[in-house]
DNA sequence: TGTGTAGAACCTATCATACAGGTTTGTCGT
DNA sequence: ACGACAAACCTGTATGATAGGTTCTACACA
């Protein structure tokens, strides 16, 4: 007893990517949003008529994608927006030699001169002030090169949420990970300690032209940022 | 007999997760590229002390993201780069109302300006030739929108293939999808046949600045192109 | 009438086992 | 040396069982 059916396209091989398939379309068909409801997977079971096995794999797969939520004891329930999946994706890429860390710094300057430029428009006066309190914690901090690390991805994800694009911010994000396997590297580079106060002066003034509303300005310090940043991986033999 | 082993970090709960991470750093440690076998499902099991059933999960979850392959009979492999998750992922965001198709083509502009100009730059003979062969393709069809979009897709990302750097690649491809279900609204909006095929040509003009290998006309005539499709895509009521 | 608490009902997480079918590989006959 | 066949190994899918988490209901008690 294993009849096929699956209402329709097997084109990928496999149950469990048709199960895949029947799961994100009933998304779409029945409309619905995050947080609502899936029907369990006994249900799922019967219609897709496949065992529990494929059922369970295929929502597995969508949860890998961060799509659903699960969790036990409870159905699985649409997602809220997360990219963290792009960001393995891309992890996977550069460890396995796919991708280079210069690379990876070209698209975050490009994304991260357009973020900027929209955070100096459209950002809130409580976004402002996250990203100018991050950049004044890079300062404070600045001995301790794991604090500034953490408040600098922050002070870059609090851009890209000020851009008001939730795709800068999941792309910005999915970066986050390689940043924080290479960012030390970079750091070290900066051989004097006026050096490193500089970069993080850089961020300062790029917070200050976002607050002053300066689009043009704030595109500018972040191109000169992601410059030096590079220019140190370089030196650091980084290709 | 299911003693908890899995090395460390259980971080996020369940075994499945901690199968993930395993597999994952077994790919790092062992500095696995693409094409490398994964171990067989058995042996993972023996290894991390937990059932098939959470390996094959595991697994599953990878192959979602495309980090490996999997097909029956043969072990899992390490994957080459591939972020059709990715397309997942936001066509996700596109349909749950989380993110709208504005937001989308201006991330798509801001990283295409960037794309055709490295395009400009660093094309091979033969990516010149792909790409100016698409858009003669876009215009030998033009009665046949499908075709044309299809085309048009493609340019899109033979430019990206062009700028020589997978990650944009990748994005770019990412947007595909979401393309492909708005399309051809953009394309119904341009009232006249003559609207239509000065769309065309601007892909033809933009082909021809990436054969000329002049960065800034190709990027000017991208900006023109994306401004114009998203007037279109305003036009047609899409916020 | 209001409330809270113990179950019942329902669900997911994980395990064990079984079998069908695809791949690989080595062996044996020619 | 070569090619066909078989064994060994592996994955895809199904089934059934148990443990433990969630939610809702109905009943006892205030």
Redesign the pocket.
């Known amino acids: 007893?294993?009849g096929r059916s699956l209402s329709q396209e097997d084109a990928s091989?496999?149950?469990?990517?048709?199960a895949i398939q029947a799961i994100t379309q009933h998304i779409r068909t029945e409309g619905l949003g995050p947080g609502d409801l899936?029907?369990?997977?006994?249900?799922?079971?019967r219609r897709l008529?496949?065992?529990?096995?494929?059922?369970?794999?295929a929502?597995?797969s969508l949860?890998a994608m961060r799509l659903i939520d699960?969790?036990?004891?409870?159905?699985?329930s649409v997602a809220k927006l997360d990219i963290s999946a792009m960001s393995m994706v891309i992890e996977h890429g550069v460890t396995t030699e796919q991708i280079s860390v210069q690379q990876v710094y070209d698209v975050r300057r490009t994304i991260e001169m357009r973020t900027v430029a929209l955070a100096a428009l459209r950002r809130t006066d409580a976004e402002a002030a996250e990203i100018a309190d991050r950049a004044r914690l890079m300062r404070e901090n600045c001995k301790k090169p794991e604090i500034v690390m953490e408040h600098d991805i922050a002070f870059h994800e609090a851009i890209a949420k000020a851009s008001h694009n939730p795709v800068f911010a999941l792309i910005v994000n999915a970066f986050s990970g390689v940043t924080r396997r290479t960012w030390v590297i970079g750091w070290r580079t900066r051989a004097s300690e006026a050096e490193q106060l500089k970069m993080i002066e850089g961020h300062q003034e790029i917070a200050r032209a976002i607050g002053a509303g300066d689009p043009r300005r704030a595109a500018e310090h972040m191109a000169e940022h992601f410059d030096k940043s590079v220019k140190a991986l370089i030196d650091a033999g980084i290709a």
């Open positions: 007893m294993q091989p496999g149950l469990v990517s048709a899936l029907p369990s997977e006994a249900d799922m079971t008529n496949v065992s529990r096995t494929v059922v369970r794999e929502l597995r949860s699960m969790s036990a004891g409870r159905r699985a």
